[in-house]
């Protein structure tokens, strides 16, 4: 297991697909039914921006990188395509332009928050076409480390707390 660097990597690329089927699911609702009023742009782009962020995260974890809570996902795809995790440079330079576009409005939190400057965004469908691509480029990468190191899926063990009350003294 000496090549074993950070056996959370699945568990961020777990993430990352939850984070594009939920953006995968708005996207449907603002493309198939007539507008609701709700304003699902900017949480679609958002669900897609943090999407591309835990693939790109999960790809540099194996192979020792430290990963720092920064959301910039140009520095993070720049950081896989110099260590050669990607494959040829050539080949993502469209990538590299998208996420530019994309990390354009997390960065200045327009994703999260209500923001009255005009800022130039990606058209969705390019967004979501590229993160996919990008998610289908790791995928098999992290397969390979997670099998060859015997790294266990992630837990999906999850406790949840009520606010209902408990209605009986047993002891466990």
């Known amino acids: 297991m000496s090549s074993l660097k950070n056996p959370h990597a699945m568990a961020y690329f777990q993430e990352a697909i939850a984070y594009y089927i939920a953006a995968n699911k708005l996207r449907e609702i603002m493309t198939t039914q007539p507008p609701s009023g709700l304003p699902l742009r900017d949480p679609t782009y958002f669900l897609y921006h943090h999407s591309a962020e835990l693939t790109l995260k999960a790809c540099l974890l194996p192979h020792g990188a430290k990963i720092r809570s920064r959301h910039n996902i140009v520095a993070l795809f720049d950081r896989c395509q110099t260590k050669g995790l990607l494959g040829p440079k050539d080949a993502h330079s469209e990538a590299h332009n998208l996420m530019v576009l994309l990390n354009g409005g997390n ?50 063990i999850r406790l949840t707390f009520g606010n209902r009350p408990i209605q009986n003294n047993r002891s466990l």
């Open 107 to 156: 960065y200045g939190m327009i994703y999260r928050y209500v923001d009255a400057s005009k800022h130039v965004i990606p058209e969705l469908s390019w967004v979501h076409e590229t993160v996919d691509r990008l998610i289908g480029a790791i995928e098999p990468h992290l397969v390979t480390w997670a099998t060859r190191n015997n790294v266990p899926g992630p837990s999906n």
